[in-house]
């Protein structure tokens, strides 16, 4: 049985006017409304200029003491977010270099701190002038980066030992070779990326290159020419020509009979041979002035504005001349890397002899696992750090902290004062001139390692790169980047007091 309704019927319908009207209303303004605004807006002009009259004198004052006052000397309003620890970010590699055994000899940061690159080859024992090697790149900001697949892979026929990014252009990379050349690669173009190259000249260096950078080029605004230290003795800079060589435009050579003698230095053998050189850094207070780390264990003040010619007899096309003025306290054991401060201001209320030091500071590191902290208006280190047992093989001052500085080690190592348990050494000369504030474990046993950079335009990366073919890109805490309020008059301060 079911039940079911009637059918249901339905009706649409629609109404409309067929007339409309518009209409306005308005309140009409109140008289005592008027009044009252009014009188709020009327000023007595002549009780505020009496009033204005009357405290100038103090507020003059006080605008002046606030102008004068250094209490926020060299502090700079930080966006990003608070770091507290400092972590690895990422462990790069190319595994066809980690298979033929090779190492991380050199890393550098382009131009917008995006991109890192590294150079494979050897510096250990190997047969290193014919072993095929690699330059690698890789960009952090790429989605999907792949820390096993570089963004770009250049074949080189000899061991890179040295690279070094064009300070603007961020696609050219310079590298020097075991064999004594030197060869710019554009990154940008992937099928042939060699731009310009020395070949094999009576120009080219003798020996391997272990250093190359760029330098700014007054007659031709903003290109630069490449400079190359090798241990043949030779600092040489380069320029490009439109045949996509690279031509000898000046040149160096660091000779034993023109080095200045001082009563310290002993153990050299003065002679008219060529000194091999190994590290350089340019003064960020005097862009004549650069410092040279040698074989035989000497930090070396010289001026690209030297006229002596050198001694030693090259072969050159053009005539080399000798640069050093002054040799400095030497290490035990060969210098492999020197660092000129980058900070040069003159704070007020410190007097002008700790400023000067202050702004020729630089550091050295070698063979003898000690850190020597000079000035350049010194013969005598102003500190000196035992750091290791092992080599150092180099140290880098912080681009943002003036009393920070990192160092890279050939081991772990712990004596009767301090344990480190890394490779990695940071150190903030604010906490303690005498162990690091954090030593980072870079690689496994006593693995070295070789190179590492600070990011300029991103301070809180810095790599490092190891005998393992690995390079590990680290991400500094808050305390290693911030720059304390007074922290150059502590610098100013120390430089003054350890001279005193």
Request: net charge negative; aromatic share 8%; charged share 20%.
């Amino acid at each position: 049985k079911s039940c079911q309704t009637g059918k249901i019927s339905t009706v649409d319908s629609a109404a409309q006017s067929h007339t409309s009207r518009d209409a306005g209303v308005q309140t009409d303004q109140s008289k005592d409304a008027l009044q009252d605004f009014q009188q709020e807006v009327q000023v007595d002009y002549t009780s505020l200029l009496s009033f204005l009259q009357g405290v100038e004198d103090a507020v003059i004052k006080e605008l002046n003491k606030n102008w004068k006052s250094r209490a926020f000397d060299g502090f700079e309003v930080n966006w990003t977010d608070q770091n507290e620890t400092v972590l690895c970010l990422h462990t790069l590699a190319y595994p066809a270099a980690q298979d033929q055994a090779l190492q991380v000899t050199s890393v550098s940061w382009n131009a917008t701190g995006s991109v890192v690159a590294c150079s494979y080859g050897r510096l250990d024992s190997g047969d290193w002038s014919t072993e095929k090697s690699y330059v690698c790149t890789w960009n952090l900001d790429r989605r999907g980066l792949n820390p096993q697949r570089p963004d770009l892979v250049v074949d080189v026929p000899s061991s890179v030992m040295c690279l070094a990014f064009h300070p603007s252009q961020p696609s050219l990379i310079a590298g020097g070779l075991f064999s004594g050349e030197l060869v710019v690669w554009d990154t940008s173009r992937t099928e042939d990326p060699v731009s310009w190259r020395t070949g094999i000249t009576d120009d080219t260096h003798t020996d391997p290159v272990y250093q190359v950078d760029w330098l700014p080029d007054a007659k031709h605004g903003n290109h630069a020419r490449l400079l190359s230290v090798s241990t043949d003795g030779k600092i040489l800079v380069w320029r490009e020509e439109r045949d996509g060589r690279l031509a000898l435009a000046e040149g160096f050579a660091v000779v034993a009979q023109q080095i200045p003698r001082i009563t310290q230095l002993k153990k050299f053998t003065w002679g008219e041979a060529a000194v091999g050189v190994t590290s350089l850094s340019f003064s960020h207070f005097d862009p004549h002035v650069f410092v040279v780390g040698v074989e035989g264990g000497y930090s070396l003040k010289c001026s690209t504005a030297a006229e002596a010619p050198a001694l030693h007899r090259t072969g050159s096309s053009l005539p080399l001349r000798a640069p050093a003025e002054l040799a400095f306290s030497p290490h035990a054991g060969p210098v492999y890397s020197v660092s000129c401060s980058p900070f040069h201001r003159h704070v007020l209320g410190i007097d002008a002899g700790a400023a000067r030091r202050a702004r020729n500071l630089f550091l050295s590191c070698g063979t003898d696992g000690q850190v020597h902290l000079h000035s350049i208006l010194q013969t005598q280190p102003l500190l000196s750090l035992q750091l290791s047992k092992k080599y150092l093989f180099c140290v880098r001052w912080s681009p943002v902290r003036p009393l920070v500085f990192a160092a890279a080690s050939g081991e772990g190592n712990c004596n009767e004062w301090f344990c480190f348990i890394g490779d990695v050494h940071l150190f903030d000369l604010e906490k303690s001139p005498q162990k690091p504030a954090l030593s980072l474990k870079q690689a496994a046993g006593e693995c070295p390692v070789y190179c590492l950079e600070f990011n300029i335009k991103q301070p809180r990366l810095l790599a490092a790169g190891d005998a393992t073919g690995t390079v590990k890109v680290w991400q500094l805490s808050s305390d290693f980047t911030e720059q304390g309020p007074r922290e150059m008059n502590h610098l100013e301060q120390l430089a003054s007091e350890t001279t005193d």
